[in-house]
């Protein structure tokens, strides 16, 4: 079957690969219909996360399940599926506790040997161990490109919105507006946020925040913070979701929370930053930091794309066929795109 | 000045009652603008409740301050405020934990002696206890009659959404589409709810309902059981919001809820009921019962109406003159009305 | 294999049953050291619960892992074990909210065909599916007889204080001291109650409450009211744990209860009950109900169990072996026993 | 009266001050018996924190109410009280959540004109603004000294363990073993851990921890990050309460806490600090901090002293007259000290 590899930092190319097989009780095969380029793809591409030549990239997917192993009760051949960026096991400590995305036995598709050596799904197939967990049937009224969102950008957005306790009234903040950052600002206004500040400096990324209902504050002009104590009555966000993960996202979301209030780094921190401590503790703030929990929202976020509650698929910018992969992340490296969804061409092979 | 005041069961007469005067710190006069007349106050209409011949109706109401006492720092002379139904201290062992609704000194208005001895608002003007817990100042954009469900009706819908806790993507029934009902379909569609079943059997009810966005479903023919496993899949409202307060509603609740879901009974009881324990606890359901905690919820009530994610005032069925009392408690003792909005005529007397 | 069978209402008898095998992946074999009697398994004795002539009783067990079926993870043969009284599949749509108890494929051990068709522990080995959610490794420093607890009495307490939210310094009663009862005591203390109301009218169980440090009282003489607003200067309790499950016990659980406090209703309920909700209602009362989630909570239990925070060994009031289930059963029936250990005596047979 | 003001960095003298009079509704007047040396009270010492030459020390204190203005509620003149170490409103916005330490009108005792000049409660009587709010009574069975824990050192512990969400069975560990740290200790064995590792490096705090039943672990010889792998079986502290404020507690905090952990930083941070935030976000950590919401915990905080849950008269070092003022800081400033109280004399002037 043809799938994206990654060769080398900057190069990605399709090639052919053995097709997946089944090999464990829970395991299921699924024909991929399509699969989203990411952020985190791209961290692979420049080499700051490295992986083996030759893996499968993509943790993004929807397809149609061919196979099932033992065991796997909730999917089966024929039906139309989307998957969840990882898997998890259902019985550790931290899967009884719901807890998934600390799962004890986790593997992310498409990210090499060390995160659990499961090929990615930028390919014609893709083998998916704990299926049960992992997969979810989509329900008919979604097409392909929403669902694609509903096991990873989606549920990080309902994560962070989740985890900053956006409340009915609330005032937002969310740093950021990548395809996280605008998934987070649609789902904490279905949470009932009476309004969402949605800062960046990309023009078409405001403009997009502008429609989904926020209040777009472009960073080229205009003081956030200013914006935020104006609408606030001078008291402060009462969440500020970070989904840039930067030294500087940080300090501006501890400025714009106000007191007693939450801030959520969606955004990625892979190493030490200066913090200002010392206003954390002034206003009392709680930081909560890390990857999503996914799986323990992958639920409701079919619930919302199915009632139309959010609707993601205005970020998909670009649709290409699996075999413009290299291209398709020139064009993502270059910024140009917000998501760009990957489609095998089954019948042209 | 003009209060419309009870007499005897079933008689309301408008009388002239003397001018209120500051008692002690912390207390306000609020001329009022406009008083709505509650389902609680045809309790008290058809001498279930007992008051007092010659009290003071009312409870909900908006208005502006005339004079305040020593100790008051939240609203001055000349504010245009929105009251709460009842007043708390704030300083109680209850109050410190915000339940308000449970305060030890707790006041409320037109209920007479048993209740705090607090003449209501159905009147010119009102004496207004702990002003700072019990009053807010009306954003300019908010009318009168949105304003005046922030202080009851609306902030109870608010107290049963968040005690039932309703999430993005939940499904949620409502059981009698009184105004409080009605006010808890669309903050239940505001908080993020995927679905909002609306069950009544009065055909003008059920229609605001599906005007708000819910799915109206009338005793008369159909049957909300099955409405509510066909939306589901067969697993039952994630929560079901009582708010008529009878035993066939709170069964039809428990009917309702999915396993290890929740039931808010907002609407009034005051007797025995026989209960289905026996699928209470084979659902492992979570009951929550008793009055709304305002004061927890007005601040957000108004960020709500003032953002426009909430607008009850579709509820409005009637706007009358303070004089034409007794005619507007006949039209809503026939429950012709939905909302009686009483305005005194100051320029008129 | 030896196993306690019921044959009819009233009769139990030791017989010959085929030995367990594995059949699925995630199951395992446990050869069982000890198993308890416990107050369901009388439901099924008098008949009010019905199951199969022949099936095998028991559900609390320790033993050793003999096989393990592909697919388990977290077992191995010759672990030292103690079970949950019931399996859980961990990935249907309960299990991934953590609502283990309400999983949709659930079985419990020892009920007949109507709950799994899953053979009971009261025997020499039982077969354990889905051993990696059911199954946990026991600690050396634990007996068998403590061990014993953790997966269905003592996790049940855990739940019920966890339910009733019991914080620092609240004041609890606990209505009903048979096992559960008696657990919830010890673990509302742990929780760092600052007194404990135990209400029995059984002496030796009150006087095993009060060893335990709760404040006994014997419905015999005493007023449980009474003793509660005294102890709580006129308040109530702030979580009431109603461990007998009866129409009487909700009656005075909803009495002692404060003013916006909280009722667990963990006794068994199974039919209609005369439920003063008015009392409910005025008192803003939440009133949660149903079967534990012991697999969400055995992990504690264990930790309870090792760190001797908590030790039901008390309870364990009559060791017998496997061959007098007969007579074990006769003494519980006549409720002469608290808890009644079996033991198979494998070098005898 | 006699009274303990601050002079200069390093100077403290005992002066003759003017009796506070009663100025507005709400205020009362208490003759201190008790008050505490803080570690507060060295950052004013020593010059870090500036106050006004010649302002009153001092907010931890017992004593007797003497007089109440209008609208007093909860205290009367000859009761027996202790207070909380600022005064909140009860009624602006923060206040209204329950979030008391972030009270917009809130005055802190013996912090200077920038904290609401509020002479401070080392003296032989105090000015006590929104008494009802800031007193409670205590009871008889408690001591002075106990009770002078119960509105700063000991509410701050149990805010620490609440916003640490500490819960039956969890593994803590504390950072810093002064009063807070150590009553930290007490309150989350209080809340049923099954182990709290106290981390410090004096030996007589590190001591006086185990007798608290922690395992100490001193900073000179030993690593905290292995006691708590070994402890937990290698997973880390459910949650860790940082009481020092340092950029290597904070780092060492991060490090002991297990994966969807928390960390909370109650002690004090003034300034930017390096946090590595990789590891925050790696481990998705929830990390909160600030100062206590003691009006929130100082009840609970009566309770579990009253009980004899915890006792922290322990820490209790050094009892002087308040003549003595210049020697106890003296003594306190070269952290000879735990807790030093000082008595006015009132016989002897």
């Known amino acids: 079957m043809r799938a994206v590899t990654f060769q080398a930092p900057g190069v990605v190319s399709v090639q052919?690969?053995?097709?997946?097989?089944?090999?464990?009780?829970?395991d299921a095969i699924v024909a991929v219909d399509a699969s989203g380029i990411c952020g985190s793809d791209l961290?692979?591409?420049s080499g700051r996360v490295r992986i083996e030549p030759g893996f499968t990239l993509g943790h993004e997917f929807v397809g149609r399940v061919t196979q099932v192993a033992d065991g796997?009760?909730?999917?089966?051949?024929?039906?139309?599926?989307?998957?969840c960026f990882h898997t998890a096991c259902g019985s550790c400590w931290h899967c009884i506790q719901a807890q998934y995305h600390k799962c004890e036995r986790m593997r992310v598709f498409g990210h090499g040997e060390a995160?659990?050596?499961?090929?990615?799904?930028?390919?014609?197939?893709?083998?998916?161990?704990?299926?049960?967990?992992t997969l979810r049937r989509v329900p008919d009224s979604l097409s392909d490109e929403a669902a694609l969102f509903a096991g990873d950008v989606l549920a990080t957005g309902l994560h962070a919105v989740s985890a900053a306790a956006v409340g009915l009234g609330d005032t937002v903040a969310v740093l950021g507006l990548g395809p996280v950052g605008l998934c987070a600002v649609q789902v904490a206004l279905a949470a009932g946020a009476r309004a969402v500040l949605a800062v960046d400096s990309v023009p078409s990324r405001l403009e997009l925040s502008s429609r989904f209902g926020a209040l777009a504050v472009d960073l080229n002009g205009q003081d956030p913070r200013e914006r935020c104590l104006e609408l606030t009555g001078g008291r402060g966000a009462d969440a500020v979701i970070d989904a840039v993960g930067s030294q500087d996202?940080?300090?501006?979301?501890?400025?714009?929370?106000?007191?007693?209030?939450?801030?959520?780094?969606i955004g990625v921190y892979a190493e030490r930053c200066e913090v200002h401590m010392g206003l954390l503790w002034i206003k009392a703030l709680t930081l909560h930091s890390g990857q999503a929990n996914v799986i323990a929202h992958v639920d409701r976020a079919i619930e919302l794309l199915a009632s139309g509650r959010?609707?993601?698929?205005?970020?998909?910018?670009?649709?290409?066929?699996?075999?413009?992969?290299a291209e398709a992340y020139a064009i993502f490296a270059r910024r140009e795109a917000l998501k760009i969804v990957l489609t095998p061409q089954r019948d042209l092979v």
């Open 43 to 45: 961290h692979i591409l």
């Open 249 to 265: 996202a940080l300090e501006l979301a501890i400025r714009l929370a106000r007191k007693a209030g939450t801030v959520v780094a």
């Open 310 to 325: 959010v609707d993601p698929s205005p970020l998909v910018t670009h649709r290409m066929a699996l075999e413009q992969a």
């Open 72 to 83: 796997v009760t909730r999917v089966r051949p024929g039906d139309r599926v989307l998957g």
């Open 115 to 133: 995160l659990g050596a499961l090929q990615g799904t930028q390919a014609e197939a893709a083998l998916v161990p704990m299926a049960d967990m």
């Open 16 to 26: 052919e690969r053995p097709e997946p097989r089944l090999r464990e009780p829970g």
